[in-house]
């Protein structure tokens, strides 16, 4: 049987890859706990492949209390400690100190707006957005602004954009990809 057409950054020969690609990016999320993973990861993802990141996923997941923002949003000192001295995510204070303060700053958006989901998808009246270019979308910088403005870090428009990609807001799976012509 042969494969079908990918996205050129899926790795074909990782099947954590594959599967993301085919089952996750680009399909719309509207689940609070898992629109908060997608943001953590893209947060620590800044400056690294998504692969790292994508290999690490379920490290990140036991040190992150399976992305509970009611937990972590209360870890001290001792916790943040615990993730600085784990080999399984990436080790970066100032990500998992944003991740800690992104968490009461997601939750108090979730209890402005009913939900995360409905604050995020808000922007795009639910309506999800076909769009493969590579600089971020002004959708983008909108919302990396507003998120910025409430206080949240490490959330850059480039990161946001990755994010809205990854939650389905924006379809990014190009023409070549058997799931961009399926969308279209």
């Known amino acids: 049987m042969t494969e079908p057409n990918r996205c050129t950054w899926c790795n074909l020969e990782n ?3 594959v599967h993301y690609h ?31 990141i994508l290999n ?5 997941r036991r040190a992150f209390d399976g ?3 009611e937990k972590v949003q209360g870890y ?7 993730l600085m001295a784990d080999p399984g995510i990436v080790r970066n204070r100032k990500k998992i100190e944003a991740a ?14 009913g939900s995360f989901d409905q604050y995020l998808w808000h922007f795009t009246r639910g309506e999800t957005i076909y769009d493969t270019s590579i ?17 949240m870090k490490f959330l850059g428009e480039t990161t946001v954009h990755a994010f809205l990609q990854a939650a389905g ?6 023409e070549e990809c058997y799931l961009g012509r399926a969308a279209r």
Do not use: M, Y
């Open 169 to 174: 807001v924006i379809c990014a799976h190009g």
């Open 135 to 151: 600089p971020p979308l002004p959708l983008s910088r909108e919302i990396a602004r507003d998120l910025k403005g409430r206080g």
């Open 56 to 60: 690490k996923r379920e490290a990140f």
């Open 22 to 52: 085919d089952q996750e990016w680009g399909v719309p999320c509207h689940d609070d706990r898992r629109l908060f993973e997608l943001l953590v990861l893209e947060s620590f993802q800044a400056g690294l492949s998504w692969e790292t």
């Open 67 to 69: 992305f509970d923002p």
């Open 100 to 113: 800690i303060g992104n968490a009461g700053r997601f939750l108090a958006i979730a209890g402005e707006w």
């Open 76 to 82: 001290g000192p001792e916790k943040t400690a615990a």
């Open 15 to 17: 099947p954590l890859s």
